[in-house]
Structures are given as C-alpha cells and as structure tokens.
C-alpha cells in the first residue's frame, strides 16, 4: 500500500514539475529532467543525513 502511494506521489510531483517548467518556457523534457534531478538530490541528502537504525537484538 505504502509502495503505491509513494509512487502516485512521486508521478503527481514529475507531472507538475513539467507543468511548472513549461510556464517558465522550458520543453516537458526540460521539466521532467529537472524534477526528476531535484528529486534524487533531495532523496540522496535525506538518505545520507537522516539518523540510522541500528538492530540491536
């Protein structure tokens, strides 16, 4: 369940980065790419700064 609302959000985000980029004169390509890359650099500073779990038993 949680993988699917995830991926409904991750899609609602790249379609409304295209439309954010073609009201600032880019291509959809341009708008996909650019959410897309502010996607991952987000998902790779909350990956490396985010406090880790450690198992403990």
Do not use: D, K, W
Request: glycine fraction near 16%.
């Amino acid at each position: 369940m949680h993988f699917g609302i995830g991926l409904l959000a991750v899609l609602t985000a790249l379609l409304a980065g295209a439309v954010i980029g073609r009201l600032f004169g880019l291509s959809v390509g341009q708008g996909l790419y650019l959410t897309a890359l502010a996607l991952a650099v987000m998902g790779c500073l909350i990956g490396r700064y985010s406090p880790r779990r450690e198992n403990r038993q």
